[in-house]
């Protein structure tokens, strides 16, 4: 079976091949990371019609957290743009992500024309497929809010937006619950941040349960979702996974070469492409 570099996963992995509209996506099996794009053949369009392009079986890593459905609990607790309590049940959230289809969700929502004003999702698609690359060069963002335990990948971070450009403003929360509360305050004043990069795992309040409140302020105030790039140690699996199709324009980095710095940049910034990359 071809295998594929994924620089999300930062490492070699199976591929899944998916039809849309007129163009075969080339997507990572782990999670979900778009890999590239042609315009579809008749042969692909036969061949995938009739079932061939497998799926390959889906690999552990990631443990369930239980934090995936009923992100309308979060939704009802936002009603008007105040801090929600982020340690209440309302986001303690319990189930599993819905079951989807095979199609690449997170990178059509990643395609979205709705989260790319200027863009539309078809105009992308065959941009990608004419030049082979996910993504685009990543502008320079106005602020972005970091929540990282590791003092080596918020250092790391920071040199990176910093020192290529890709961040005027890096905003560090403690954890999730100041993250929560902060982006609030920002989302109800206009401010809220170009990208949110978070850990999956935290005291108090996890990544995950952070990013669907966020969501949910962003539902109750009615403004676009904020693009959110999770770090983790784990490998992605099929309910991480699932977490990131539910949350919609969400990517993640899996901490595999902390002492390789360069890589880890490099990695960074083509997932960022990919998530923030080529939107005006």
């Known amino acids: 079976m071809e ?19 007129s163009y075969v996506m080339t997507s990572c099996a782990l999670c979900g990371l778009g890999l590239g794009v042609k315009f579809a053949s008749a042969d692909d369009v036969r061949r995938m019609q009739r079932g061939d392009a497998a799926a390959p079986p889906p690999r552990g890593g990631l443990a369930r957290v239980g934090v995936v459905q009923k992100a309308q609990a979060i939704q009802a607790a936002v009603e008007r743009p105040t801090p929600p309590d982020p340690r ?34 078809e105009a ?12 685009g060069p990543v502008a320079q963002m106005d602020r972005v809010y970091l929540v990282e335990d590791s003092a080596f990948l918020r250092q790391v971070t920071r040199d990176l937006l910093s020192g290529k450009g890709l961040a005027r403003d890096i905003v560090e929360c403690a954890d999730g619950v100041e993250l929560v509360e902060a982006f609030a305050r920002a989302a109800a004043g206009g401010q809220k ?5 978070l850990d999956v795992r935290m005291p108090e309040l996890d990544g995950q349960q952070a990013a669907f409140a966020l969501r949910a302020i962003e539902t109750g105030l ?3 979702r904020t693009p959110i790039l999770f770090f983790s140690s784990m490998l992605c699996d099929e309910h ?26 490099q990695r960074v910034v083509s997932v960022l492409e990919r998530l923030v990359g080529a939107r005006g």
């Open 88 to 121: 209440s049940a309302s986001v303690e959230m319990q189930g599993t992500p819905p079951a989807g289809s095979s199609v690449d969700q997170s990178l059509e929502r990643a395609l979205d024309s709705s989260e790319m004003p200027g863009a539309s999702a």
């Open 222 to 224: 009615g403004v676009k």
């Open 240 to 265: 991480f996974k699932g977490v990131l199709r539910t949350l919609g324009n969400a990517r993640y980095i899996r901490k595999a070469e902390e002492g390789d710095v360069e890589k880890l940049g």
């Open 3 to 21: 295998r594929k570099y994924c620089p999300s996963c930062g490492m070699d992995v199976d591929l899944e091949r998916t039809l849309e509209g």
């Open 124 to 135: 992308m698609l065959e941009r990608a497929a004419r030049s082979g690359e996910m993504g």
């Open 193 to 197: 941040p170009d990208l949110v990069i």
